[in-house]
């Protein structure tokens, strides 16, 4: 089944207690670039949904499986200023506990998978290991599919420099695929298209499904149907076709609307040619 996803994640902190968003303070946002951002005055808490709404309401306009993305709580660490917890693990399993709270009134409102967004995890990769996965398995903890979407960052030139750096082979996710397949996570999602990512290290999720990212944000060029179906074809080889969902490699915010819907079309007409193939 095709899913309708509905983005929502920027304002989500603006909706919590304990963050002061008039005081900003500057810090280096997953070691690319300074931002300034709101600050944690006190105890982080939820009073009331922040997405729920937003969900009724598409729920009452589809009969197709929807999606809802929240931020996951390494990511919520990473653009703040702690200065009230002053520990990154603390604040973070905090955040969970939160995320939480929201992800399972999303799902009992009719989103049929959860999406975390987490780019925090292709940088602090000994920060993964000790605590990441734990805290984003916290935010989840649901009925429904949970999913977590790690890619190497929209098409800002921050991120697009930041990847000039990375060499010729971008092997973070040999790092973090292997306890996210032994996590409780459903589906991970990861940039693939016009990206250095070996696609072998897609055999590291075995068991899990693969959201593979066709689709480049980081241009303007829209892809062809061809290219789209090459890269499901070239992912096929390591993940089965019944586990692999063709997806864009992150958000496509900074792209005009034209562009971003051709994109779209050629995600479905590309996915369309695999199918097709398959014999279904």
């Not at 280096?28 to 006190?42: E, K, S, W």
Request: charged share 25%.
């Amino acid at each position: 089944m095709r899913t309708v996803r509905l983005l929502a994640k920027s304002t989500f902190i603006e909706n919590l207690e304990g963050v002061d968003f008039a005081n900003k303070r500057t810090v280096r946002i997953r070691n690319r670039y300074d931002a300034d951002v709101p600050v944690v005055v006190g105890r982080v808490a939820r009073s009331k949904p922040v997405y729920v709404e937003d969900i009724r309401f598409l729920r009452a306009q589809t009969k197709r499986a929807i999606k809802a993305t929240l931020p996951g709580p390494m990511t919520m660490v990473d653009t703040l200023y702690d200065n009230y917890y002053k520990n990154r693990e603390k604040l973070a399993r905090e955040f969970a506990a939160i995320l939480n709270q929201e992800a399972r009134e999303l799902e009992r409102a009719g989103a049929d998978v959860i999406q975390f967004e987490a780019p925090a995890f292709n940088v602090y990769m000994a920060e993964v290991k000790h605590w990441g996965v734990e805290a984003l398995e916290a935010a989840a903890g649901l009925k429904s599919k949970s999913a977590v979407h790690i890619c190497y960052g929209y098409g800002i030139k921050a991120n697009v420099d930041w990847k000039k750096t990375l060499g010729s082979e971008w092997r973070q996710y040999e790092s973090t695929f292997p306890l996210l397949a032994r996590s409780k996570i459903d589906q991970v999602s990861l940039e693939c298209a016009n990206s250095h990512v070996p696609l072998e290290l897609l055999a590291l999720l075995k068991g899990k499904d693969v959201l593979v990212g066709v689709i480049d944000v980081a241009n303007e060029a829209v892809e062809k149907p061809a290219q789209v179906a090459d890269t499901i074809r070239s992912a096929m080889k390591f993940v089965p076709p019944e586990k692999l969902f063709p997806c864009t490699n992150c958000g496509m915010v900074p792209l005009d609307r034209d562009v971003a819907l051709g994109k779209l079309k050629a995600l479905a007409a590309g996915a369309a040619l695999v199918r097709k193939e398959l014999g279904g």
